[in-house]
């Protein structure tokens, strides 16, 4: 079985693939990005449109962080929140309201016939300042429900620990195997 995940980025691409233990290629497209507070509408979107583009069976996937405080935004937005907006004032926005935040990621899988998606998600807060090195996105300002240090700021074990909870790796996994 031959999969293409649509990503940029080859450390994901390559993760995925040893996570999975299937053969992955990747291919970076610039694909529409649907306005939307629903996740699973998005990737819908997207992996609809990255097949019709290559005519093979794709995975994508997006994330989300959502502030309790903000209704669930910046929810799927918050890439564009972190490209443009100092970590620092994404923090300030909350002081004085409630810190709780959920993050979410959803995998789409499609190969013209049917598509499948997949959601993991973890509980937790936004820091008050932004906090670590580690990580990527947003880990520097989101700290895990059980843990009092971002992802960011985490030794690799808990990094990876937090990290399948919210990717659904594992729900993904199966479906492909039972899928050959």
């Not at 996937?61 to 959502?66: K, R």
């Not at 309201?97 to 993991?120: M, N, P």
Request: with cysteine.
């Amino acid at each position: 079985m031959q999969i293409t995940f649509i990503t940029g980025n080859q450390k994901k691409a390559d993760y995925l693939a040893r996570y999975l233990g299937l053969p992955v290629s990747h291919v970076k497209l610039d694909l529409d990005e649907l306005q939307s507070m629903d996740l699973k509408e998005i990737v819908g979107h997207k992996v609809r449109q990255a097949y019709e583009k290559i005519k093979t069976p794709v995975i994508v996937e997006d994330v989300s962080l959502e502030f309790e405080a903000l209704g669930g935004l910046p929810g799927p937005f918050i890439k564009f929140f972190v490209e443009r907006m100092p970590f620092e004032d994404i923090c300030s926005m909350l002081n004085g309201k409630s810190r709780k935040a959920t993050a979410r990621c959803v995998f789409g899988y499609y190969d013209g016939e049917s598509i499948k998606l997949f959601e993991g998600s973890m509980e937790g807060e936004v820091s008050d300042v932004p906090m670590g090195e580690g990580g990527y996105g947003w880990d520097k300002i989101f700290i895990p429900n059980g843990y009092t240090q971002t992802r960011a700021q985490m030794s690799e074990e808990d990094d990876q620990k937090t990290y399948l909870q919210i990717k659904p790796f594992a729900e993904l996994k199966e479906f492909l195997l039972n899928k050959k």
